[in-house]
């Protein structure tokens, strides 16, 4: 196995992108326990060295143990998300508890963070440049709150907190893939009446790849939101909603809700067993935000004023509601269709009319196009063997100089989880020569049928740039070493740049170029345009309730005591804030995998919007000056935020782009909402 194992063997592909031609499932498992082996060795290696403790031979030599685990580790974890199947699935399984005890092993060995230790304690001392003194610090934070500094079996019982939550965490992922993967309606084509023809198509689409007649409706967020957009059928709509916030609590094996509840009273007794009240409290210590007051008042800052504008929305749409012959309340099921309706009367904007002109490949261009202008980047399609066929991959370059591999991977299919993030199959160092990224970015549209080209909504298109930006952060790193390169910052500003680049869609003269038409190839007519731009905060509060009560619920799950029934709490927390009937959350606890698929947001869903108070102050930045693309502006933004990761403060980072922090007043105005 070993001969004919890729992972053992030099990659001799452009750019050494993985050979995922060469790659099967069975080669991950004999590769990581030589991973395995390989890191402890190195850790092991760096804890017992002889010589006094010094920056080379223990942070730089940390930074270098795990070259052959970020390897295999870096082409796993992607396909585990994107490309899944059974296989891959159980290996995942067994391999979450394997990771938890590793990185427990090497965070609590006692001679490896007295080494750190001492080196943090005569820092000052050390001749550090800035960049190394910022990772110096970040390492020896990592430890403390790994449990370096518990003892006996208080140190012993974290380690168990964290392979448990491993598990869990890995099990609530694998649950809400199985519940989307298995889930669908199949419809006839009388059911789709009243559709447009996007939207049948994507339908019959679905029902193909799943080797099925006619049509069906998924809970791909692609298929599931144009449905309840524009079904008539009120009936279908009903079900479909249901099926689609019911994800992770239907029973069975697939059911999250106790998973929820054991993972809250673990980072609760995580938390305490670290010094901290609450699991909040120890979340949010290392964030811009600091601590759970802040977060909230900011929620709550924003929360009001959005309520009382979906509470006058629901009223409207209710009266167009009851102007259907339909009596009663307005329901959730409701909310998008006579939303819809109420758009194309108030700004006469029809998305089957609008949808042509928003092309994925146009849109590609376009965000490929701003960051040309912005940061001087150049895209080229790769030949290389990808790991699906609907993967696509371009060398970046800036001038001459190679930047990054970036791989689009933009199709919604049963082996993906939903949603859209950016990853990377390698990240971004300078410590043993100029290693460039090689990064992915992974969304879920609907896929047109053979010979069409797939169209986007507006907001498809602004989840393209929003998750473009994120791959700029990354592939524009310029730091020394890979624990603070690219996204490797915090919570609360690492969506600073993708946020901050949804701005450019907008942008008119990028719209005037990209927003062609599938069909004609004309471009999108100026009065269409203008109504367009006018309408971009339309429903606006309905959009802000439905993320702000999702963070308010999951700020309440971390700040109190863990809840026995965290669906009682949810509960409990949405009618103390006074969640409009008609608007649920955005993401229903039993399918939060912000906050339950591991560790990333939890209690830091908040992330979101506290970023946006800084992008719309930001992109004022680029307003003030007249020009969307001012080269001194975009300068200032490549410097201190987008080529810098984690190598100062954000804070720090912030002013030094834009002079101060902003004030969430920018968010509201952004929104509408002021």
Request: proline share 5%.
């Amino acid at each position: 196995m070993t001969a004919s194992n890729p992972f053992f063997s030099e990659w001799n592909t452009p750019f050494e992108i993985p050979p995922f031609d060469l790659i099967e499932d069975a080669h991950f498992l004999p590769a990581f326990d030589e991973a395995f082996k390989q890191s402890r060795a190195a850790v092991n290696a760096v804890a017992d060295e002889g010589a006094v403790p010094s920056f080379a031979n223990t942070i730089e030599a940390l930074e270098s143990a795990d070259h052959f685990m970020d390897r295999v580790a870096g082409v796993f974890m992607n396909l585990v998300g994107s490309n899944s199947n059974e296989d891959l699935e159980a290996l995942q399984r067994d391999l979450a508890p394997k990771w938890a005890a590793f990185n427990s092993e090497t965070m609590m060995n006692e001679k490896l963070f007295a080494r750190i230790d001492t080196l943090f304690t005569s820092r000052k001392d050390l001749d550090l440049t800035d960049e190394q003194l910022r990772v110096l610090e970040l390492y020896h934070r990592m430890f403390v709150r790994a449990g370096a500094n518990l003892q006996g079996k208080d140190r012993a019982r974290l380690a168990a907190i964290m392979q448990r939550l491993a598990e869990l965490g890995t099990a609530f992922t694998q649950n809400l893939l199985a519940d989307e993967r298995n889930w669908f309606m199949a419809l006839t084509q009388d059911d789709l009446s009243g559709c447009p023809d996007f939207l049948v198509s994507a339908a019959q689409e679905a029902a193909s790849e799943r080797d099925l007649d006619g049509y069906v409706i998924t809970l791909s967020r692609s298929l599931i939101v144009p449905f309840l957009q524009f079904s008539p059928r009120r009936d279908l709509r009903e079900v479909a909603f249901k099926a689609w916030v019911a994800r992770g609590e239907n029973g069975g094996d697939t059911d999250n809700r106790g998973i929820i509840a054991e993972t809250l009273k673990l980072r609760e007794e995580r938390a305490q067993l670290l010094g901290y009240d609450t699991f909040s409290d120890f979340k949010l210590a290392p964030e811009m935000a600091k601590t759970p007051e802040a977060v909230r008042d900011l929620l709550m800052a924003v929360w009001e004023p959005a309520k009382a504008v979906a509470n006058a929305d629901a009223a409207i749409l209710t009266n167009l509601m009851h102007a259907d012959d339909i009596k009663g309340d307005l329901a959730p099921w409701d909310w998008r269709y006579y939303a819809e309706k109420r758009r194309k009367a108030e700004h006469d904007l029809d998305e089957a009319a609008l949808k042509p002109y928003f092309q994925l490949d146009q849109m590609i261009e376009a965000a490929f196009d701003c960051a040309n202008k912005l940061f001087g980047l150049s895209f080229t399609p790769l030949d290389a063997p990808l790991y699906h066929p609907d993967a696509r991959a371009w060398e970046v370059k800036k001038g001459d100089r190679h930047m990054a591999v970036f791989i689009g991977d933009y199709f919604a299919r049963a082996s993906k989880r939903s949603g859209a993030w950016c990853s990377r199959f390698r990240a971004q160092s300078a410590l043993d020569g100029d290693t460039r990224p090689i990064t992915v970015n992974v969304c879920n549209f609907a896929k047109a049928p053979e010979g069409q080209p797939c169209l986007l909504t507006f907001d498809d298109a602004r989840t393209l740039f929003h998750e473009f930006g994120h791959a700029l952060h990354s592939m524009l790193s310029d730091v020394t070493y890979g624990f603070i390169s690219g996204t490797s910052v915090a919570r609360d500003f690492v969506e600073l740049p993708s946020q901050l680049y949804e701005h450019w869609l907008s942008v008119p003269e990028v719209l005037e170029k990209y927003a062609r038409h599938a069909e004609t190839g004309e471009i999108i007519p100026s009065d269409l345009l203008s109504r367009l731009l006018a309408a971009e905060n339309f429903d606006q509060g309905f959009s802000t309730v439905e993320y702000t009560s999702s963070a308010l619920v999951d700020l309440a799950f971390h700040t109190s005591p863990a809840p026995a029934d965290p669906m009682q709490k949810q509960a409990e927390v949405l009618d103390e804030i006074g969640m409009p009937a008609a608007i649920t959350m955005r993401h229903a606890t039993p399918h939060f995998a912000h906050v339950f698929s591991g560790d990333g947001y939890s209690s830091g869903y908040y992330s979101y919007m506290w970023s946006e108070v800084m992008d719309e102050d930001a992109f004022a930045a680029f307003r003030k000056t007249g020009d969307a693309f001012d080269p001194d502006t975009a300068k200032r933004l490549h410097d201190n935020i987008f080529a810098t990761g984690g190598s100062k403060d954000p804070e720090d980072l912030y002013i030094s782009f834009r002079g101060a922090l902003p004030k969430v007043d920018a968010l509201l105005k952004g929104r509408g909402l002021d």
